[in-house]
């Protein structure tokens, strides 16, 4: 378990309470730090991006999942690098920066591919679909098309209205 496993950071940012959460992820960092627990601080630093990004201080957001980032290839943990990576997808689509956006969504996918995470490769994929959506229909159904398949094998409760959403864009083409 890390250190940041056993702070509150996460239970604050559950309760709404974001500005506490980052206090407690800054901690955690810092100590992960100086013990050396790099992939730990990593997460930490990764949650401080999230807890940013919900704030909607998504300049600070993409520095945190940047830091992140970069750890968790230091490191070698592909599961986190896969996440970062479709934060920063998130982050850069919201701000409209679809070709950065694209970017990172195509490297988490092919990170959760790579280490068979097919909840990732689902999720990924259906938000890139959604990029392709109107510059590339057909590359968008067919990234769209993983996460409905993903979601029916699971029984997952939005499958039924992804499906139909799936099906509104095949009948464009």
């Known amino acids: 378990m890390f250190l940041s496993d056993k702070l509150p950071g996460n239970a604050y940012r559950d309760l709404g309470q974001v500005q506490q959460a980052i ?8 100590i992960n730090r100086e013990i050396g627990h790099r992939r730990a601080e990593g997460i930490d630093l990764g949650n ?32 986190s690098e896969e996440n970062w990576l479709g934060n920063l997808g998130s982050v850069y ?14 490297r988490a996918v092919a990170i959760s591919q790579e280490i068979g995470d097919r909840r990732g490769e689902a999720f990924h994929s259906w938000n890139l679909g959604l990029l392709y959506e109107e510059s590339d229909p057909a590359h968008a159904v067919s990234l769209l098309s993983v ?10 409760p939005n499958g039924k209205a992804d499906a139909e959403y799936l099906a509104q864009i095949q009948a464009r083409l």
């Open 147 to 156: 996460c409905v398949a993903y979601e029916r094998e699971i029984g997952h």
């Open 23 to 30: 206090k407690y992820y800054q901690q955690a960092s810092i």
């Open 48 to 79: 401080l991006g999230n807890a940013y990004y919900s704030l909607g201080h998504l300049d600070r957001a993409i520095e945190y999942y940047e830091q992140a980032l970069v750890i968790s290839r230091e490191v070698g943990d592909k599961h």
């Open 93 to 106: 689509s919201v701000l409209d920066q679809i070709e950065q956006a694209k970017v990172h969504y195509e």
